[in-house]
Nanobody, 115 residues
Framework: QVELVESGGGLAQPGGSLRLSCVAS????????MSWYRQAPGKEREAVAY????????YIRDSVKGRFTISRDTAKNTVYLQMNSLTPEDTAVYFC????????WGQGIQVTVSS
């Protein structure tokens, strides 16, 4: 049974930081490429960051480039999204995604950036 569990969300002030974690079970992040998506109220879900199964290719959405970083710990089968210099526009539900022959989603975690 595949499970992706996100944690680390919550309330942050503008300019603050959060680190999201996605712990994968039932699959290996060395087989599946991993991504973070987000969905703000009234908007479509959008890709934020991606890391290949080998960990050698990463992608960061232009609007968060220089502020967000994706990384992973294969020993913990966990993927991270480090988010710095947060703005209110980063407020959204963030989802972890695993993709290989099929795709799996986490339940999502709320990130709210507000003073």
């Amino acid at each position: 049974q595949v499970e992706l569990v996100e944690s680390g969300g919550g309330l942050a002030q503008p300019g603050g930081s959060l680190r999201l974690s996605c712990v994968a079970s039932g699959l290996s992040i060395t087989t599946y490429s991993m991504s973070w998506y987000r969905q703000a109220p009234g908007k479509e879900r959008e890709a934020v960051a991606y890391i290949s199964n080998y960990g050698d290719i990463t992608y960061i959405r232009d609007s968060v480039k220089g502020r967000f970083t994706i990384s992973r710990d294969t020993a913990k089968n966990t993927v991270y999204l480090q988010m710095n210099s947060l703005t209110p526009e980063d407020t959204a539900v963030y989802f972890c995604n695993a993709r290989y022959s099929e795709a799996y989603w986490g339940q999502g975690i709320q990130v709210t950036v507000s003073s």
